[in-house]
């Protein structure tokens, strides 16, 4: 006699482990399956951080969901003790005319969100580690910051184990199918389950359970790099924000010194090199690496010193590179939340919540309009 639950979410990950929460605290019966340990270094949201910003340049309809993410990861950070977002403010650097500071510019007023725009020489006087080009401008966001990823992972399932989720680690699951209820079936490598609702949130693995959604992303290494910082200081969180930089080499983000000796950099636009997450290993790109090193060169000289780390990590990209959160065609029962396009994890609470609502009522009260399915049809 299988286990059976309202609902069951696959893969406990950034998107998976606040659904379980959501759920949870709601009173749902809700198994979570994760193919790895809890908090494990093998998919898209690990390396400590993730920045949240508000005024997002990536589209304006993003900026609800985001202020809702802001007001969960505060409140979950203060039921666990933990603060799980720190407001250490948001500084997108580009240049002139480019689109990064405008379009944040424009959603922070449409928004009324607290701003400030910066030309050049204000933004090296405040941010000494900044070597910036003549036609460099900047939009800072007092509010924004960085969420504890990896913390917030296991923020996320020690609530939901609260609230009497069941959640195995390191149980893969092997295969779904609909029951004649309308239910699901769910096969793992150690048992068998039946809920009424799906909920799957593998990230990088969608591929291999909603066949049709493979065509539609791409899984691209991502290579982040710990850099010895030559003055530390100038990196200290009081005084130095999230960033990000829009550079001749590409676009860049980075973080203040947080939980590790190391200053954190990272590329969003490498997005050329397509990766297998069946591979067993993580290995870092030394092409990435080499181009964080260009950066630093140029425009972060105060962080140029030794390297102490470096970690590879997933993007599911779409074709859009908006998200996709949506019941799977053909089968309502089935809710994929997962292809975040490399700009996901922000929004990881509000999206659990926005999923829980989704399994139990069918909507949510956010519009999810733009991450459905249907576009790519
Ligand atoms: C280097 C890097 C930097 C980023 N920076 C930012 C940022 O600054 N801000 C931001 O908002 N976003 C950022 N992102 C994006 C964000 O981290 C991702 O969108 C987010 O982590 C995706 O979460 P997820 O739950 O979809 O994936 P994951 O957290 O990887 O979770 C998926 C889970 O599913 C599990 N799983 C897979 N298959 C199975 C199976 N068969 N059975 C059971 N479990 C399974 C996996 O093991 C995994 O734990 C970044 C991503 C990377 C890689």
């Given at each position: 006699?299988?286990?059976?639950?309202?609902?069951?979410?696959v893969?406990?990950?950034?998107m998976?482990?606040?659904?379980?929460?959501?759920?949870?605290?709601?009173?749902?019966?809700?198994?979570?399956?994760?193919?790895?340990?809890?908090?494990?270094?093998?998919?898209?949201?690990?390396?400590?951080?993730?920045?949240?910003?508000l005024?997002?340049?990536?589209?304006?309809a993003?900026?609800?969901?985001?202020?809702?993410?802001?007001?969960?990861w505060?409140?979950?950070?203060?039921?666990?003790?933990?603060?799980?977002?720190?407001?250490v403010?948001?500084?997108?650097?580009?240049h002139?005319?480019?689109?990064?500071?405008?379009?944040?510019?424009?959603?922070?007023?449409k928004?009324?969100?607290?701003h400030?725009?910066?030309?050049?020489?204000t933004?090296?006087?405040?941010?000494?580690?900044?070597?910036?080009?003549?036609?460099?401008?900047?939009?800072?966001?007092p509010q924004?910051?960085f969420?504890a990823s990896e913390?917030?992972?296991?923020?996320?399932?020690?609530?939901?184990l609260y609230?009497?989720?069941?959640i195995?680690?390191?149980?893969?699951?092997?295969?779904?199918?609909?029951t004649?209820?309308?239910?699901?079936?769910v096969t793992?490598?150690?048992?068998?389950?039946?809920a009424?609702?799906l909920?799957?949130?593998?990230?990088?693995?969608i591929?291999?359970?909603?066949?049709?959604?493979?065509?539609?992303?791409?899984?691209?290494?991502?290579?982040l790099?710990?850099?010895?910082?030559?003055?530390?200081?100038?990196?200290?969180?009081?005084?130095?924000?999230?960033f990000?930089?829009?550079a001749?080499?590409?676009?860049?983000?980075?973080f203040?010194?947080?939980?590790?000796?190391g200053?954190?950099?990272?590329?969003?636009?490498?997005?050329?090199?397509?990766?297998?997450?069946?591979l067993?290993?993580?290995?870092?790109?030394?092409?990435?690496?080499?181009?964080?090193r260009a950066?630093?060169?140029?425009h972060?000289?105060?962080a140029?010193?030794?390297?102490?780390?470096?970690?590879?990590?997933?993007y599911?990209?779409t074709?859009?590179?908006?998200?996709?959160?949506?019941?799977?065609?053909?089968?309502?029962?089935?809710?994929?939340?997962?292809?975040?396009s490399?700009?996901?994890?922000?929004?990881a609470?509000?999206?659990?919540?926005?999923?829980?609502e989704?399994?139990?009522?069918?909507?949510s009260?956010?519009?999810?309009?733009?991450?459905?399915?249907?576009?790519?049809?």
């Open positions: 006699m299988p286990g059976t639950y309202d609902v069951i979410v893969g406990v990950g950034g998976g482990s606040a659904a379980c929460y959501q759920l949870a605290k709601r009173g749902v019966r809700v198994l979570g399956l994760e193919k790895f340990e809890i908090g494990h270094a093998m998919g898209s949201s690990h390396g400590l951080t993730r920045i949240l910003r005024a997002y340049f990536q589209g304006e993003y900026v609800p969901l985001v202020q809702r993410a802001r007001e969960l505060l409140e979950t950070g203060r039921i666990t003790g933990e603060p799980l977002f720190y407001e403010g948001a500084l997108d650097i580009g002139q005319g480019s689109g990064v500071v405008e379009d944040g510019l424009a959603a922070s007023e928004h009324g969100l607290a400030e725009l910066l030309d050049r020489r933004i090296e006087e405040r941010y000494p580690a900044f070597t910036l080009d003549a036609s460099h401008i900047g939009l800072y966001q924004s910051g969420v913390r917030a992972i296991l923020a996320h399932v020690t609530l939901a609230h009497g989720a069941e195995h680690g390191c149980e893969p699951m092997l295969d779904w199918e609909p004649a209820n309308g239910g699901v079936k793992s490598d150690r048992g068998v389950y039946e009424g609702r909920i799957l949130s593998p990230g990088a693995w591929g291999d359970f909603a066949p049709g959604l493979k065509a539609s992303t791409e899984v691209v290494r991502q290579t790099g710990w850099f010895s910082p030559v003055r530390p200081t100038l990196f200290d969180m009081a005084r130095f924000p999230v990000t930089l829009e001749s080499e590409g676009h860049f983000y980075g203040p010194l947080w939980q590790h000796p200053f954190k950099l990272g590329s969003p636009h490498f997005s050329g090199e397509p990766y297998d997450p069946h067993p290993d993580r290995q870092p790109s030394v092409q990435q690496r080499d181009l964080l950066c630093l060169a140029k972060i000289p105060a140029d010193g030794d390297l102490l780390g470096l970690k590879a990590c997933m599911t990209m074709p859009d590179e908006h998200f996709i959160i949506d019941t799977l065609p053909g089968f309502e029962q089935v809710i994929v939340a997962s292809p975040c490399g700009h996901g994890y922000k929004f609470s509000a999206i659990g919540e926005a999923l829980a989704l399994a139990i009522a069918g909507h009260r956010f519009d999810l309009g733009m991450f459905s399915l249907r576009r790519f049809a």
